[in-house]
């Protein structure tokens, strides 16, 4: 693997020197019996590539074939890589895990917007065994992108993405990511993110899929004036896990943060939302909100959201809430008093539990799948019990 692809920091450090995760890390609470699974992780073979030709760029975690080229868009072999995109990470944190995704990465790419992009340029992935792709992801002075990072049912082997960020000075990129294969793997996305003065990152988060799903975001705000924005759903059936971890660093002067998650937990699945807004010394006119809601729709779900606020500064605004329950009562009897049936009024109070995020023009590309699988998802569960 080409060494130039990591920061110094990263070349110095050994899995070996880390002890394994367990539930007594704050960062991996919740998870049971699937930590086993994410320590000494064992790398497949690859297989060859499913063409879709209706992406941008097919990959199978270790090769990649791009179906269709974009004029402002650059993109560069991990193994040809000349410079790390992260010089020197900030707030990001080391363990045994992430460490080790380093160490055993199976392929990748470097995409560089060099030139405005309206349309989102999509990347499909698929895995039939152990696989740590490279995803890296620059914008440059004065530009803005989109990108579209695709889970779906071609993903029926684990996968642990790496994804890093670099916004440069007045640059924008919006990205959805999006994790829906029915498969029972485990997709554990790791994102970190170094935001430079005046640029702005936006994220869209479905998490449907797997048996296992998790997004760990670091986002560093560098740069004075500079914006993240969170928008995120996830819906559980069986026993599956969605597992989000979310922490905006608020580095630089003046800049913005606002998060708002949703997820609906039906059979014995199970959530995790951690957020942390921590704002440095010095980064005056910080405004920052988060919210995390969940509706459980059996006695066996549950849900954990652990919000927190690390300020040490004043002159800011700040804000976080979040909820945990079944569907209000007062709520059915209004809708069902009007003569809809009980499956029926869940389905419209479930959609419109959800349609605060996904009625927002940012999902007008993704909104009908969306939509389908969350009625999908609801059928399967009333089906199963």
Known sequence: MNNKLFEKKLKSLSSKDFENITAKDEDWKYLGKKLFELNDIEIGEATDIKASKTFDIDS??????????H?????????????????????????KFNIEQFEKVTGGFQLNVKGDIEQYFTVNFQSDDNAIPYIG???????SGKLYLNFDELVIGNIYPIIEIFLN????????????STKEINIVNSIYAQLERDSNLTIHNISTGAGFSRSRMDIDLLGNGSEFSL????????????????FVNHLGKNTSSNMITKGVLGDESSSIFTGTIHIAEGAEKTESHQENRNILLSEEATAQSVPNLEILCDDVI????????PIEENVYHYVMARGVEKVDADKLLIKGFFNEVINNSEWEVIHDKVSKI????????????
């Not at 072999?77 to 080391?94: A, C, T, W």
């Not at 007045?170 to 990511?177: F, G, M, P, R, T």
């Not at 928008?231 to 979310?246: C, L, P, S, T």
């Open 137 to 143: 992801i620059s914008v440059e002075k004065n530009k």
């Open 71 to 95: 004029n402002h868009i650059e993109i560069t072999d991990i193994n040809e890589i000349k410079k790390p995109l992260i010089k020197e990470s900030i707030k990001r944190p080391f363990d």
């Open 318 to 325: 700040c804000s976080h809430g979040s909820s945990v329950g």
């Open 374 to 385: 969350i009625e999908k998802k609801y059928m399967n569960i009333i089906e199963s019990n």
């Open 231 to 246: 928008d995120g759903i996830y819906f559980g059936e069986e026993k599956q896990i969605h597992d989000n971890r979310v």
């Open 60 to 69: 199978n975690c270790f090769t990649y074939e791009i179906n269709s080229e």
């Open 169 to 180: 000075d007045n640059s924008n990129l919006e990205i959805i990511l999006s994790v829906t």
